[in-house]
Structure formats: C-alpha cells, structure tokens
C-alpha cells in the first residue's frame, strides 16, 4: 500500500506561482513512478491530464500546455514529491493529483489539490 497526500494548493493571480507538495508514505521502495496529473472544470468526463512525471532518478516527463512553466523534483529525505508552479494561466485552473505507480503496476492517487488561477 502508498499513501499519498497532496497540499498546497490555493487561489493565486494570474502570472503567479504556487508550490504543490505530496507526502509519500507506506510501500515508497516499490515505486516505480510518480507524479502529478490534473482535472479542471467541466471535464469530469475526461480522463486526468498528465503534467509531470518521475521515473527512476533522472526520466522526467512533462505535459506539454507546462513544459517550461512547471518543475517536478522530489525530496527523498522527506518522502516527498513537489510541483513547483510558475507563470501561472486561468487554464491551469483545476483539481492537482498526485500519482504513483509501483513495480507490480499498482496505481495510487492523493485526494487532490483545488489550485484556481484568477485575478
């Protein structure tokens, strides 16, 4: 079992940052990858839009409406995996996930992080 729990999240100016944590706990050597995904409004029929991923120490992954915008890196003395946000938009407006997937591709998901671009 993983648990994850997402903070960080808020209502932020348009051109703002925010800084998303997840804290891992639980079965943290069976991961194989984590990351973060997002769902905005209105699109509860949509599956989750990937933003970033980890994958072993160096395979990054980024969405590409973030690429350049947002960073993922984790703190492995705290169990805990960040999003760092920057030159924030109205569209980034939307539910933050945090994800993992462990070597016998079990998945894993926080209960998410209101994060509202807004001015």
């Known amino acids: 079992q993983v648990q994850l729990v997402e903070s960080g999240g808020g209502l932020v100016q348009p051109g703002g940052s925010l800084r998303l944590s997840c804290v891992i706990s639980?079965?943290?050597?069976?991961?194989?990858?984590v990351g973060w995904y997002r769902r905005g409004a209105g699109q509860e029929q949509r599956g989750r839009e990937l933003?970033?991923?980890?994958?072993?120490?160096?395979?990054?992954l980024y969405g590409d409406s973030v690429k350049d915008r947002f960073t993922i890196f984790r703190d492995m003395s705290k169990s805990t995996l960040y999003l760092q946000m920057n030159s924030l938009k109205p569209e980034d407006t939307a539910v933050y996930y945090c994800?993992?997937?462990?070597?016998?591709?079990?998945?894993?998901w926080g209960q998410g992080t209101q994060v509202t671009v807004s001015s």
């Open positions: 994800n993992a997937v462990t070597t016998q591709s079990e998945e894993y």
């Open positions: 639980g079965s943290i050597f069976r991961l194989h990858g």
């Open positions: 933003v970033a991923w980890i994958q072993g120490d160096t395979d990054l």
